[in-house]
């Protein structure tokens, strides 16, 4: 059942194959810069994340969500707060999140959604600085809207 619902709050959902680590080379020491390439949609995402505590290598796949909520029954969080012992884990399907899922998780905001021709559109989004671009055909992507609060959602395959 979790999957059933877990598809009502995923804004978009792909596995990418990551082609480089750092493309312009190390900024900074606790933060990796992945470019990737999505295997069914095609998009093209640059993140930004933690690599002190996520590790992530050229090559490897990743299956990527954007969610708008961590709540498996779809109800809106309250994007303020996000309480790690709430999550369920070991038989306790009541407090499960779509957390429990991952590997790694940001919470952020979209900052800025760009069109370009041919129904290309660039999505920029921020999570505490750390960002994120995603770039694709708007088909795949138009559940992401600017200004909003979402959750990115990382695990290795």
Sequence with gaps: MATATSARVTLFEDIFEITSLNPEGKKFERVNRLSATGTTFECELLLDYNCQIYSLL?????????????????????????????????????????????????????????????????IAISFGGLLCRLTGDQRHLSSVLPDMRLYILVKKD
Excluded at 62 to 83: C, E, I, K, Q, R
Excluded at 111 to 121: E, I, Q
């Design 58 to 122: 050229e090559g490897e796949k990743m299956t990527l969500v954007l969610a708008s909520t961590l709540n498996l029954d779809g109800s809106p969080d309250d994007h303020t707060s996000y309480d790690p012992s709430a999550s369920g884990g070991m038989g306790a399907d009541s407090n499960a999140t779509l957390a429990d899922n991952y590997e790694y998780v940001m919470h952020g905001r979209v900052f800025d959604v760009s069109y370009a021709k041919d129904g290309v559109v660039v």
